[in-house]
């Protein structure tokens, strides 16, 4: 089934009957994502490894470009024509608007990467509902991909021959599993070093890929694990679906179900409670 198929059923319900599920609810949010998706395509790619490319220092040390900037308002342009109504938290502009149902959105996620031109970053776009993400689009144009997932329509990757549904990875046993961490320096800042070197003495292979093509792999069952600290919502939401839906689980670092506390823990879910154990030893 495609995500955007409905499933034959059969004359089985008589026709005064409406048959809906989450996904039904949920498919005119993750079509209008998908189109976020374009717009903010159309933005940064022009702009990635451009000579003129301009880059400030944000108040944290942090940097931003002109493609960041000009593809959170792309972003924010659409939703006020087609989502007036919903809320809208943004890495750039910040949060304004109901938060019932709130579109988070981190216009170039790896903007390090972006500004060096190294190719891995990528527009980052949920939408949540009452604080729990339902709809999540990742688009990386400079690699020539996209994930997209929402609540009970699976998870899926564009592919030259069309749609392709996500599962993570049978990995069952911490000798098997592969992780991948943000930075050693982002652990050691939380105090979670004697973590890393743990994990790494502990499991098969660990790398840093980094930022939200790490939990693109998990999704497509080529890792088992990845973690993060400093996070905001932002960083993070819109993989929450995709994970998901992909079949795995992802929590804060301490196991609680939240987008807020500042980390994450995502796994193929198989492997999530010796995870947690082993990081909390």
Do not use: C
């Amino acid at each position: 089934m495609t995500p955007h198929d409905v499933p034959d059923r059969g004359g089985r319900y008589p026709v005064s009957v409406t048959v809906s599920s989450p996904a039904d609810a949920l498919r005119a949010d993750l079509d209008l994502a998908l189109r976020l998706a374009d717009a903010a395509d159309a933005q940064s790619l022009p702009r990635f490894d451009a000579a003129d490319l301009v880059i400030s220092t944000k108040a944290d040390n942090s940097h931003v470009t002109d493609a960041d900037l000009a593809t959170e308002r792309a972003i924010r342009a659409l939703l006020a024509v087609e989502r007036p109504d919903d809320g809208i938290f943004g890495e750039e502009f910040g949060a304004e608007g109901d938060t019932h149902r709130q579109w988070i959105i981190d216009p170039i996620d790896g903007t390090a990467n972006f500004l060096r031109g190294v190719p891995l970053w990528g527009t980052m776009i949920a939408l949540a509902i009452d604080g729990v993400p339902q709809v999540g689009v990742v688009s990386m144009p400079a690699l020539g991909r996209r994930w997209w997932a929402s609540t009970g329509a699976g998870a899926w990757t564009a592919t030259e021959t069309g749609p392709r549904q996500l599962g993570v990875s049978a990995v069952a046993t911490l000798d098997d599993a592969s992780a991948s961490f943000q930075s050693i320096a982002q652990w050691a800042d939380a105090g979670h070093l004697d973590d890393l070197v743990r994990l790494s003495s502990r499991i098969w292979r660990d790398r840093a890929y980094g930022d939200v093509y790490s939990y693109m792999l998990l999704a497509e069952g080529r890792l088992e694990m990845v973690a993060e600290f400093d996070v905001k919502e932002y960083d993070i939401a819109a993989a929450v679906p995709i994970v998901r839906e992909a079949g795995g689980r992802m929590t804060a670092y301490d196991g609680s179900e939240t987008i807020s506390a500042r980390s994450t823990l995502a796994t193929n879910g198989i492997l999530h409670e010796a995870f947690l154990s082993l990081l909390h030893d």
